[in-house]
């Protein structure tokens, strides 16, 4: 294993260890059921759910914290329990775009996780917020022990990047939708 590849499995465990917050039966079922609103898990049968929310932990994050940094590395994907966040683009010369405001139910940073390409934008908490987490490496492998939903979850990716003002790189998208062709 390369040293960057070390790095990663370090800042994994330290994560892992410093933040894991075991979810209580009620973060569970709300989970459930903020879930099979979404769009993204719409395809997905209720065990399945169960089995994504099994992987789930959550964090707390202070007023005006940054929780992901446009570049970053996208090893998680978030939703949002308690709290707003603010999708912010940064672009030339230190300007910004405000893409969205993200609140509970909400969820941020899906392309990153099936694509482990960096963060497209930042995300910045206007409050108090209460996150739940799920590692990139955790969904992979369960997306690659049931290709049937591994199939369903990357044609809601392919559907977002075409709706959404998704900012990546033609590379990127072309790996996605690579993926998704050889697994049909």
Same mark, same amino acid.
């Given at each position: @294993?390369?040293?960057?590849?070390? +790095?990663?499995?370090?800042?994994?465990?330290?994560?892992?260890?410093?933040?894991? @917050?075991?979810?209580?039966?009620?973060?569970?079922?709300?989970? !459930?059921?903020? &879930?099979?609103?979404?769009?993204?898990?719409?395809?997905?049968?209720?065990?399945?759910?169960?089995?994504? $929310?099994? %992987?789930?932990?959550?964090?707390?994050?202070?007023?005006? =914290?940054?929780? $992901?940094?446009?570049?970053?590395?996208?090893?998680?994907?978030?939703?949002?329990?308690?709290?707003?966040?603010?999708? $912010?683009?940064?672009?030339?010369?230190?300007?910004? =775009?405000? /893409?969205?405001?993200?609140?509970?139910?909400?969820?941020?940073?899906?392309? +990153? %996780?099936?694509?482990?390409?960096?963060?497209? +934008?930042?995300?910045?908490?206007?409050?108090?917020?209460? %996150?739940? !987490? /799920?590692?990139?490496?955790?969904? /992979?492998? !369960?997306?690659?022990?049931?290709?049937? &939903?591994?199939?369903?979850? &990357? #044609?809601?990716?392919?559907? #977002? %990047?075409?709706?959404?003002? $998704?900012?990546?790189? =033609?590379?990127?998208?072309?790996?996605?939708?690579?993926? /998704?062709?050889?697994?049909?």
């Amino acid at each position: @294993m390369n040293r960057e590849g070390r +790095a990663f499995k370090s800042r994994q465990a330290h994560f892992k260890k410093r933040y894991k @917050m075991k979810l209580t039966n009620e973060e569970q079922n709300w989970l !459930l059921e903020a &879930l099979k609103k979404q769009e993204f898990f719409s395809v997905c049968t209720v065990s399945e759910i169960k089995e994504i $929310i099994s %992987l789930v932990t959550k964090k707390h994050y202070d007023g005006k =914290e940054i929780v $992901i940094q446009q570049g970053g590395i996208g090893d998680f994907f978030f939703i949002i329990g308690k709290g707003t966040v603010s999708v $912010i683009l940064e672009k030339e010369k230190g300007k910004e =775009e405000k /893409l969205s405001e993200l609140g509970p139910g909400d969820f941020f940073g899906e392309i +990153a %996780l099936i694509t482990g390409h960096e963060r497209n +934008a930042t995300v910045l908490t206007k409050e108090s917020c209460e %996150l739940f !987490l /799920l590692y990139r490496n955790d969904f /992979l492998g !369960l997306l690659s022990k049931n290709s049937g &939903l591994e199939i369903k979850v &990357l #044609r809601i990716v392919e559907k #977002r %990047l075409n709706e959404r003002k $998704i900012h990546l790189s =033609e590379p990127q998208k072309k790996s996605i939708l690579d993926r /998704l062709k050889q697994l049909i």
